[in-house]
């Protein structure tokens, strides 16, 4: 099958997996660390997304407002996702385990990939990533005293900055 052709099946798939399942999660107020962890992460990305509505990045519409958006599809995966991982970890301390031990993990992760980046693995990636060519833009010199944002770009391009 084609590689674009499957990955628009796919997200018609998602998308209507997305609405339907909505409908049958409740939402849950987070006591624990890691569910109000798990709200406080959702609610930065929640506002990084309307930043990024308000750009014009969806519909192609600046200044554009969540309620005129007619591209929805990636806000409500987003609210699934937190409403979902939320009320798991609040009614299942297994899954509450599992959400704590992802936050440990990712965290140990960001260090392993701060502590292992180069300064031509980050031109490389950008390059390949986000088709965006650093090459020459800067020095190696400030790679080494600036690597922790390179990283930030590296693993989420300008989202990053939005952080």
Known sequence: ?????????????????????????PRAEPTFPQTRMTQKVFERFFT????????????????QTIKG????????LLQLSEKLLVYLGENDRYYRQW????????????QKQLGNLTYGDCLELCRVQ????LEGA?????FEAHKG??????LANFLGNLA
């Open 69 to 76: 958006l007619r591209d929805k599809n990636f806000m409500r």
């Open 138 to 142: 800067f020095p190696p010199e400030y």
């Open 99 to 110: 959400l704590g031990y992802a936050f440990l993990l990712a965290t140990d992760e960001t």
């Open 130 to 133: 986000w088709d965006f060519n």
């Open 149 to 154: 944002e390179f990283l930030n770009m590296v």
């Open 48 to 63: 990084a997304y309307k930043t990024e509505v308000y750009a014009g990045r969806f519909d192609d519409v600046p200044y």
């Open 1 to 25: 099958m084609h590689r674009e052709l499957k990955m628009h099946l796919t997200k018609k798939f998602v998308n209507l997996a997305v609405r339907i399942l909505s409908c049958f999660i």
